[in-house]
């Protein structure tokens, strides 16, 4: 059964319960009312018919009193009046019914009720003195018709009142109902649909608009956590990206790393080789023509097997410097250092280097102190390494400076050359390892990992090195640029002076 059904059914019948409960009541009341105040009256009329015939009774006339009693033939309630003498001996009576007597011979024989009648007995007295009784016997048929008209009134206005009722309860119910109704039928449309932008009337100011309220802010919620967790997956599908980005990237740097691992193997071997097989083949040649080649001839076997050895010695040295600097077993020990005594310090395995190319190294120091924290053999090894570049690939005669200044509180030093500078566009890849310029690639002698040895070291000092040309001359300029720190006052590194030539 719907809701407006039940609402309409149980309004209904409190309403017809409290109608018929009324109407009752109303109805016994004015029947007991009816019948008491008939009681009264009949009381009265006894009264006065004693009073009436009192003198008749005294005079003994029973003619006078069957005149008198005539007179209630004209009231159609009154069935019989019975007038008894003192002895209580029927003296006169009037019975509106000869068929149907009620005046008994003796007073005393008189019954005291009657059913559906009213009986009256009362005594005759004339200044205190009893004369005789009468007895009154009046029907209650008015009061029957007069019950039909309530009954027939009562179930008018309830008739009425019930359509009424029917009509409110209809309305009421409708209204109630109603906004269930809405309330339902949005939620239907709601989960139909899945579509939580849609909200509930609250236009009803009653438990229903409370509760459609209540559903709107619970709809609010559930779109608030809807959004929240669109914007979590998206969160997460970004996330996602990135570190797919992330790992592509990763495995990109993996794969040329790789790449360059089998690049430096080949590379590796083949400098391993050309010396390797200088060295074999002439000491083959010395074992082979020992007896028959002359003395200068074996010597300059002896020459080339030392050449070679002392290559694959530095090249086997370089790879091992290399190796553990990548693999980061490099051990550092690091100490305050003037970058113009390392400058110094790192001349002196060059120099004769210099001299057999008659090249001048000029110093200059633009500082008071160049300090750093750094290890300086290592630094020294870099010095060196950048001086012995300089001067491979600077022509005879020609001059190399060592410059150290302090820019944007790095202490710098710089080798320029006069030599053949570098391609612009190999100035980054002449750091990696076996590699050596387009220019110079061709029978230099070198292994190529010397400047990769010079940036392992700089990096693990945290300071950057790099190479450039010479903007108004021949010639390269490498440089490289380490955190500047102030030295203990006053002291004063050996050995330096601001502006010096060596010459050889
Ligand atoms: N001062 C320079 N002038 C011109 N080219 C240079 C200079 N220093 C380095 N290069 C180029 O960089 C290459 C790599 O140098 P390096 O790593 O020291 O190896 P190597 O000296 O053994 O060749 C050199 O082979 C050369 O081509
Ligand atoms: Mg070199």
Not at 224 to 244: G, P, S
Not at 319 to 325: N, P, R, T
Not at 397 to 406: E, R, V
Request: hydrophobic share 40%.
């Amino acid at each position: 059964m719907s809701i407006r059904r039940k609402l309409t059914v149980m309004m209904m019948a409190i309403s017809v319960m409290a109608v018929a409960i009324a109407v009752a009541a109303v109805t016994v009341y004015l029947i007991y009312d009816m019948h008491k105040s008939k009681a009264q009256s009949v009381a009265l009329l006894a009264h006065i018919a004693g009073d009436t015939n009192s003198a008749a009774l005294a005079f003994q006339s029973k003619d006078n009193i069957q005149t008198n009693l005539e007179i209630y033939r004209s009231s159609p309630f009154i069935r019989a009046v019975c007038i008894y003498n003192e002895a209580g001996e029927l003296f006169g009576e009037y019975e509106a019914n000869i068929k149907q007597a009620f005046c008994l011979n003796k007073f005393t024989l008189l019954p005291d009720t009657l059913k559906d009648l009213i009986t009256v007995k009362d005594e005759i007295r004339h200044s205190d003195a009893l004369l005789g009784h009468i007895y009154v016997v009046s029907d209650t048929s008015d009061i029957e018709s007069y019950v039909r008209r309530i009954t027939q009134v009562s179930s008018i206005v309830t008739a009425f009142t019930l359509a009424f009722i029917i009509l409110v309860a209809l309305y009421f119910s409708r209204t109630l109902s109603g906004a269930i109704m809405e309330l339902t039928t949005t939620i239907q449309s709601i989960t139909g649909s899945g579509n939580y932008e849609l909200k509930a009337k609250t236009h009803y100011s009653d438990e229903i608009g409370i509760l459609a309220k209540a559903f709107n802010n619970m709809l609010g919620e559930v779109l608030r956590r809807d959004k929240d967790l669109a914007d979590a997956n998206e969160r997460l599908e970004e996330k996602i990206e990135i570190r797919t980005h992330e790992l592509l990237a990763a495995k990109k740097k993996a794969e040329a790393a790789n790449e360059a691992k089998t690049e430096f193997l080949r590379n590796m071997s083949h400098e391993f080789r050309t010396p390797l097989h200088a060295i074999l083949s002439f000491s083959s040649y010395g074992v082979s023509e020992y007896i028959t080649a002359k003395r200068e001839e074996l010597k300059k076997y002896f020459e080339y097997i030392n050449k070679g050895s002392e290559r694959l010695g530095k090249l086997v040295n370089e790879v091992l410097d290399l190796a553990k600097m990548e693999n980061g077993t490099q051990v550092f020990s690091m100490q305050y250092a003037d970058l113009r005594e390392l400058a110094n310090r790192a001349y002196e395995p060059v120099a004769s280097l210099m001299k057999d190319k008659d090249i001048t190294l000029h110093i200059r120091h633009d500082e008071q102190e160049v300090g750093v924290n750094c290890d300086p053999d290592k630094i020294i090894q870099v010095i060196t390494n950048l001086l012995s570049n300089a001067i491979k690939f600077t022509p005879p005669g020609h001059s190399i400076t060592l410059k150290t200044q302090i820019l944007n509180n790095m202490s710098t030093l710089s080798i320029i050359d006069e030599g053949i500078g570098i391609p612009e566009e190999e100035k980054e890849a002449i750091f990696e390892s076996f590699r050596q310029s387009s220019r110079t690639n061709t029978g230099s002698g070198g292994t190529g990992l010397g400047l990769a040895i010079c940036r392992n070291i700089i990096n693990a000092h945290e300071g950057t090195i790099w190479a450039e040309n010479n903007s108004n001359a021949l010639g390269a300029k490498v440089t490289f640029a380490l955190q500047s720190v102030p030295g203990a006052p006053g002291a004063q590194p050996q050995g330096v002076s601001y502006d010096q030539s060596y010459q050889n």
